[in-house]
């Protein structure tokens, strides 16, 4: 199983495509670096925090940030 974030997708779907990743991070409320590592494709194992602050922010579900494709 792979659980894909696609925090790029959501950036620029949500109109955020020309913020950096230092600003999201700060409006967000969470450090750059996960923000980078996730719309980057990175590993990176969110906690349930960070997505809840995310799915806060860009106003979507947890469904929205994640894609599950088996493995």
Same mark, same amino acid.
């Given at each position: #199983?792979?659980?894909?974030?696609? &925090? ?7 109109? *955020?495509? =020309?913020?950096? *990743?230092? =600003? &999201? ?7 750059? @670096?996960? &923000?980078?590592? #996730?719309?980057?494709?990175?590993? *990176?194992?969110?906690?349930?925090? #960070? @997505?809840?602050?995310? $799915?806060?922010?860009?106003? $979507?579900?947890?469904? =929205? @940030? @994640? =894609? *599950?494709?088996?493995?």
């Amino acid at each position: #199983m792979v659980i894909q974030i696609k &925090l790029k997708e959501i950036i620029k779907e949500k109109g *955020y495509g =020309d913020w950096s *990743y230092r =600003d &999201l991070s700060k409006a967000i409320g969470i450090s750059h @670096l996960p &923000l980078w590592k #996730m719309a980057t494709g990175e590993p *990176y194992n969110p906690s349930l925090e #960070m @997505l809840d602050k995310l $799915c806060g922010f860009f106003k $979507c579900k947890p469904g =929205d @940030l @994640l =894609d *599950y494709k088996k493995g």
